[in-house]
């Protein structure tokens, strides 16, 4: 079974730029998250889906960041513009329903932002 | 919402077992409980979850007294390997959204050595 994936790995921006993370989730998990993890900390929680509607995005700062999850599976994240705290690694997982305790979760874009 | 506290670090050596205990004094009724591992510059990856009483699978074990107020991830005989970051989260088995409960907080950071 292939696991989420994320691209790209890597990314390297100046501040006020824009940027794009994309996420492919497991196969069948209606449940998909995005995480901000700064280094050094635990991830946070940004936004989660179940299948193409927002369950909860209220850690999202709405004001730079969006996300969409068309037809309930692969997802976008976008930051527009990136300030210099948003350097961090980007994370997208996915669950079953109903265990959303059980997450899957890809290897993570590392963001850093110049 | 539950807030769970943790050990920041612990050091081990190869072949001991290693037992890290996370205090969640206000679990709620519906709450499980749910370990996960990281380790550098991957994503988090689910070790074990449960409700009370002991949980045991090829890779942990989990203890869990009748007052639920704590928990004990305990790791036999560990290797090198297991050299990583373990995160303790409380949380609705069907959270459907609001506040936020799939929070994790800094870890433990585990050091095995030879």
């Known amino acids: 079974e292939a696991g989420v994936a994320q691209s790209p790995r890597y990314k390297i921006i100046e501040k006020r730029q824009s940027v794009a993370f994309w996420c492919n989730p497991i196969s069948g998990h209606a449940t998909l998250y995005w995480y901000q993890q700064i280094l050094g900390q635990g991830p946070k929680l940004l936004i989660q889906?179940?299948?193409?509607?927002?369950?909860?995005d209220s850690q999202l700062p709405k004001d730079r960041f969006s996300a969409e999850r068309l037809k309930g599976v692969d997802s976008t994240l976008k930051i527009q513009p990136a300030k210099l705290e948003d350097s961090a690694v980007y994370l997208c997982?996915?669950?079953?329903?109903?265990?959303?305790?059980?997450?899957?979760f890809g290897p993570g874009t590392r963001l850093t932002v110049t | 919402l539950a807030k769970t506290t943790q050990p920041i670090s612990m050091d081990s050596y190869e072949g001991q077992e290693v037992n890290i205990t996370c205090s969640h004094n206000?679990?709620?009724?519906?709450?499980?409980i749910t370990w996960y591992q990281q380790f550098p510059s991957q994503g988090p990856r689910f070790i074990i979850q449960g409700y009370k009483t002991k949980v045991t699978n090829e890779v942990a074990s989990l203890f869990i007294p009748a007052d639920r107020k704590s928990s004990t991830l305990s790791l036999p005989r560990v290797s090198l390997s297991d050299t990583a970051v373990y995160y303790c989260l409380v949380g609705d088995e069907n959270y459907g959204g609001s506040q936020g409960n799939l929070i994790f907080g800094k870890g433990t950071k585990l050091s095995v050595k030879p």
């Open positions: 997982a996915s669950s079953l329903v109903p265990r959303q305790n059980e997450q899957y």
């Open positions: 889906f179940q299948n193409n509607g927002v369950v909860d």
């Open positions: 206000n679990i709620a009724t519906n709450d499980y």
